[in-house]
């Protein structure tokens, strides 16, 4: 069974950073791309990134280029992302998504159950 | 990297069939044959219901069919049933190497 468990969100001020994990299992990791979506309170699904098998592609919205950065670790079967420079509008729940394929072009099959940033002084 | 653009909300009987339209631009739907749909339910996680345009998931109900014209994608659910109630959304992959989402319908089965 395909799982994928998120972590460390949390509250932050403003221009600070945090870094979030997702745990992946019952699957090959490393033959998928991966992806991260947000989704403000009672807002729509917005892509934040997404990195290819071998980390060879990577692609960021622009509202989070420059400041957001997704990594992931094939050997622990970890996603990354860190996010620097935190506004309030960056305020969401996080979502960890696997790819339907190895490349970065691939729809997100299955989700995580997201964590929670949370910007605000 | 604007995002697509969908019916804030649309509704159905039980039994009848629905059409949500989801349009972008040559950048992204019609360049493209990666468009997918999701469907979130309250509180929950979204779910891949069409990948590639027409491709269902395995598990995922015939009752929804996918297709595209142009720079216009369109999801299908026939038969309604009170269980489709729910959020659906678009996406497509664009010439920036990006991924792109619509801005959601919520679906009201009557």
């Known amino acids: 069974e395909v799982q994928l468990v998120e972590s460390g969100g949390g509250l932050v001020q403003p221009g600070r950073s945090l870094r979030l994990s997702c745990a992946a299992s019952?699957?090959?990791?490393?033959?998928?791309?991966m992806h991260w979506v947000r989704q403000a309170p009672g807002k729509g699904l917005e892509w934040v990134s997404g990195?290819?098998?071998?980390?060879?592609?990577?692609g960021y919205a622009d509202s989070v280029k420059g400041r957001f950065t997704i990594s992931r670790d094939n050997a622990k079967n970890s996603l990354y992302l860190q996010m620097n420079s935190l506004r309030a509008e960056d305020m969401a729940l996080y979502y960890c998504?696997?790819?339907?394929?190895?490349?970065?072009?691939?729809?997100?099959?299955?989700w995580g159950q997201g964590t929670l940033v949370t910007v605000s002084s | 990297q604007s995002a697509l653009t969908q019916p804030a909300s649309v509704s159905g009987s039980p039994g009848q069939s629905i059409t949500i339209s989801c349009t972008g631009t040559?950048?992204?739907?019609?360049?493209?044959?990666?468009v997918s749909w999701y469907q979130q339910h309250p509180g929950k996680a979204p779910k891949l219901m069409i990948y590639?345009?027409?491709n269902r998931p395995s598990g995922v109900s015939n009752r929804f069919s996918g297709s595209k014209s142009g720079n216009t994608a369109s999801l299908t659910i026939s038969g309604l049933q009170a269980e489709d109630e729910a959020d659906y959304y678009c996406?497509?992959?664009?010439?920036?190497?990006?991924?792109?989402f619509g801005g959601g319908t919520k679906l009201t089965v009557l």
């Open positions: 998504a696997k790819g339907v394929r190895w490349e970065l072009s691939s729809e997100l099959d299955y």
């Open positions: 019952g699957f090959t990791f490393d033959d998928y791309a």
């Open positions: 990195i290819s098998w071998n980390s060879g592609s990577i």
């Open positions: 590639e345009v027409s």
């Open positions: 996406s497509s992959y664009t010439s920036s190497s990006t991924w792109v």
């Open positions: 040559s950048s992204d739907v019609g360049g493209y044959n990666y």
